[in-house]
């Protein structure tokens, strides 16, 4: 396969989430569009700051509830975990997924309130507040010069949300298309061609991570 027509990933989660996602693929030629851009919103912080327990199902989330000073904070997966646990909170993590801070929002034991963004993926059985917003972004020029191309365009996914806005920006694209996805909802919410496709074997950055590396640049 000649460098004209490796494969290329195209990352389109915020900007830093990204340049982390790069930088766990260095072997990788990656071109960063975010797709998304987190913006805060006014909300009342009170409530946050004074809560015996928050939910956090992203770790944008996390700054919104002030320090930790010891709280117990449920968190999704490690990443979220780790940013929760550098903010002063005790930490419970579930598996990725939503559904995992089920039983531990039952047996959590104090009052919980969930700060999330605008587009929420899972409703939670405890009070939300919308603390920023997911706006949609275009691809920038680069990336949809990737796109007209003519080597296979490699698209990590990590919401349904991210994949519908990624496939209704790629519809049309010259280039062979391999979306990754994290989950079997994030292929799911995914609405245009694919040459090749994967699900991470779990929803977490390492995994996705070995969902790329299995489509090798040296593949034919």
């Known amino acids: 396969m000649s460098s004209a ?17 790069a930088a766990m693929l260095p072997e990788w030629r990656a071109v960063i569009s ?17 809560a015996p327990g928050l939910v956090f199902t992203s770790a944008h989330a996390v700054a919104s509830a ?31 997924f939503a559904e995992s801070l089920l039983p531990l929002i ?19 059985p405890v009070p939300g507040v919308v603390v920023y ?4 972004l275009p691809l920038d020029d680069a990336a949809q010069a990737l796109l007209a191309g003519e080597a296979p365009v490699v698209l990590p ?14 519809r049309g694209a010259r280039a062979p298309l391999w979306p ?14 694919a040459a090749r496709c994967r699900v991470a074997d ?8 070995a969902a790329v590396r299995s489509l090798s640049p040296t593949e034919q």
């Open 34 to 50: 975010p797709i998304l851009r987190i913006v805060p919103v006014d909300h009342d912080s009170r409530p946050l700051q004074d």
């Open 202 to 209: 779990a929803p977490d950055v390492h995994a996705m991570a």
């Open 133 to 136: 917003d997911q706006q949609a």
């Open 66 to 96: 002030g320090p930790g000073r010891g709280r117990l904070a449920l968190c999704v997966g490690g990443h979220t975990g780790a940013v929760a646990r550098r903010a002063g909170f005790d930490v419970r993590t579930g598996n990725g």
């Open 157 to 170: 996914l990590f919401s349904p949300r991210s994949a519908r806005l990624v496939a209704e920006a790629a």
């Open 106 to 124: 039952e047996s959590a034991g104090v009052p919980l309130i969930h700060p999330h963004g605008r587009h929420l993926a899972k409703q939670l």
């Open 5 to 21: 027509t490796q494969p290329v990933l195209l990352l389109t989660r915020p900007l830093r989430d990204s340049q982390r996602f």
């Open 180 to 193: 990754v996805a994290i989950s079997h909802a994030a292929l799911a919410a995914w609405d245009a061609p």
